[in-house]
């Protein structure tokens, strides 16, 4: 039996359905948008996370994330990066954004909640979500 998150959400009833996780923003992933962003982007910085953001003129909001070895090895580095793409997800983005998340040392040791308010506040301060006026 497939698990609950491969099922599809138009299954028969009596059926394991899913519950269809949030969309989040797009993913940034080449080596050179991430150098851009990083080159021009403005920066809004915690003892345990840094975001880069950079305007751009497209529709779309997009999100890289990096978490280097000072953050711990490649089991702790993916839970990293597992919470920051949740948290991400569950924010509302203005469009036309690239944005890049740098985990420091000590964000493996931080909570779900830590983190998402760290988050936040730095995207407040950036004015990256929609609605909130800083």
């Known amino acids: 039996m497939p698990s609950p998150r491969h ?3 138009d299954t028969t009833p009596g059926d394991v359905t899913a519950t269809p996780l949030p969309v989040g923003p797009e993913r940034l992933r080449k080596r050179a948008d991430f150098t851009e962003v ?4 403005r920066r ?10 950079l305007h751009t003129d497209s529709d779309t909001t997009r999100v890289g994330f990096s978490v280097s070895k000072q ?8 839970r990293v990066k597992r919470r920051l793409r949740m948290i991400v997800r569950g924010l509302d983005w203005v469009p036309g954004v690239d944005l ?8 493996d040791s931080a909570s779900y909640g830590e983190l998402t308010s760290i988050v936040s506040q730095n995207a407040r301060k ?3 979500l929609s609605g909130v006026d800083a």
């Open 7 to 9: 099922v599809a959400s």
């Open 38 to 41: 990083m080159r021009k982007g």
């Open 44 to 53: 809004a910085r915690h003892p345990l996370l840094q975001l880069v953001a």
């Open 71 to 78: 953050v711990g090895g490649a089991v702790i580095r993916n």
């Open 100 to 107: 890049v998340i740098v985990a420091r040392s000590g964000a």
């Open 126 to 128: 950036l004015r990256l």
